[in-house]
């Protein structure tokens, strides 16, 4: 009986540091880290009915098996409908994070797009509010 309950005990708390985790993955400290510089940037494409249409296609190639195909996020990745992504972080906090990635929460850098698509994507994410 012992045995047992000490079993228990070591699933609920492993279970709670899984869970205490998969929130700090989704924590937003990222925005601390950009530049004033490339925080302030402004999207070549911004308002651009083109540019989302774009930007939606990118996204579903390279960020919909992390993020969903509706931005809606999962246990391990983000929602990307949410009030930091689309109140808090600018255009340029966007750009900034897909181009240098985040590699500790599992963010790759996407820099490799290109600057122009990386901003079609940013432009297709600021419309999902």
Same mark, same amino acid.
């Given at each position: *009986?012992?045995?047992?309950? /000490? ?12 869970? *205490?985790?998969?929130? =700090?993955?989704? #924590?937003? =400290? %990222?925005?601390? @880290?950009?530049?004033? =510089? #490339? ?16 930007? /939606?296609?990118?996204?579903? #190639? ?13 246990? /391990?990745?983000?929602? +990307?409908?949410?009030? /930091?992504?689309? +109140? ?7 750009? %900034?994070?897909? &181009?240098?990635?985040? *590699?500790?929460?599992? *963010?790759? &850098? %996407?820099? @490799? +797009?290109? #600057? ?9 994410? @600021?419309? +999902?509010?």
């Amino acid at each position: *009986m012992r045995n047992k309950w /000490r079993y228990r005990t070591l699933v609920f708390l492993l279970l709670a540091v899984v869970a *205490m985790a998969d929130v =700090k993955v989704a #924590d937003g =400290k %990222w925005l601390g @880290k950009v530049p004033a =510089k #490339d925080r302030e940037k402004s999207n070549p494409f911004h308002d651009q009915e083109n540019a989302v249409a774009a930007g /939606r296609l990118l996204f579903a #190639d390279h960020c919909a098996s992390c993020h969903g195909k509706e931005a809606r996020g999962n246990k /391990r990745h983000p929602s +990307l409908r949410t009030e /930091r992504v689309q +109140l808090q972080a600018t255009e340029g906090d966007l750009h %900034w994070l897909l &181009s240098n990635g985040n *590699m500790g929460r599992g *963010m790759p &850098s %996407w820099a @490799k +797009l290109g #600057d122009p698509q990386i901003w079609q994507i940013v432009t297709y994410v @600021k419309t +999902l509010h």
